[in-house]
């Protein structure tokens, strides 16, 4: 079993200003050396289930941020490829993202942004419960790995769905139905939907495309799951968690 994880980072912008501060309120090159950190150290305790490996896709940040990803990575004695987007922006390196995925040759894919707080069981349980979970379903299945907030709200319409619960090792997953660029699943998923994808990535914000109008209509078809707790924190704005205690993993993490 082997899996590939897709790291998008960007330093110096991001994708909702108009939202206002996240809720944990630092420099983006803070935020993603954290959040890179917590992910290493999840997989650094997931390597013994399988062979992992990570491609890092780049939107121009820094070079002392540059060479602090790449440092990071080497020190934890994980392969990995880095590359430069060619084109400035979210839509291009989304676009790319999803692609390597697409093209993987790996069992699972892990496509992760770079404000994902990972606390360390995430990628070890998210490599079991898909396996788990494919078997059950017989079919291919997609994780999400953060227990969105959104979801309890009754004004949401995914969260009126009905969901299936599930006892896992040791927290409850459920279905869900929508999702955003952070997405564990078979790379498969990224090749028969990756009109989907693409019109996501290439898109966004442009021509009024957003997820419930491209990769949230896959949910309709193929199982996505969300733990209960999360097994990350998406450090976004307006979305922070009210039953995760984020901020010990945060004060924890050394960068």
């Known amino acids: 079993m082997s899996l590939v994880v897709v790291l998008r980072t960007c330093d110096h912008t991001t994708v909702h200003p108009e939202r206002g501060p996240r809720f944990i309120d630092v420099p983006k ?38 060479e602090y990803i790449k440092n990071k990575i080497e020190n934890y004695g994980i392969g990995y490829e880095f590359e430069t987007c060619s084109e400035p ?11 390597v995925c697409r093209d993987s040759n790996a069992d699972w894919v892990y496509s992760v942004e770079d ?24 079919s291919s299945v997609a994780i999400r790995p953060d227990d969105d907030l959104f979801l309890y709200s009754p004004n949401n319409a995914h969260s009126r ?37 693409a019109s996501l990535a290439a898109y966004f914000k442009r021509l009024n ?31 922070e968690p009210a039953f995760t205690d984020y901020k010990s993993l945060w004060e924890t993490i050394r960068i």
Request: aromatic content about 10%; overall charge negative.
């Open 29 to 66: 090159h803070i935020l993603i050396k954290k959040c890179l950190v917590s992910l290493l150290e999840s997989i650094r305790l997931a390597r013994h289930i399988t062979d992992i490996c990570m491609h890092v896709i780049d939107d121009r940040s820094a070079p002392d941020t540059i």
């Open 89 to 99: 922006g979210y839509n291009a390196s989304a676009y790319k993202q999803f692609e």
């Open 161 to 197: 769905k009905s969901s299936i619960i599930l006892h896992g090792d040791d927290r409850h997953w459920r279905t869900i139905y929508s999702s955003h660029n952070t997405i564990f699943a078979s790379p498969d998923i990224f090749r028969n939907y990756w009109h989907l994808f």
């Open 209 to 239: 495309i957003d997820e419930d109008k491209s990769i949230n209509l896959i949910w309709e078809r193929i199982p996505l799951f969300s733990p209960i707790p999360d097994l990350a924190v998406h450090v976004s704005q307006n979305n």
């Open 115 to 138: 404000d994902y707080l990972h606390f360390p069981e995430c990628i070890s349980q998210m490599l079991l419960m898909s396996d788990r979970f494919s078997r059950i379903t017989g």
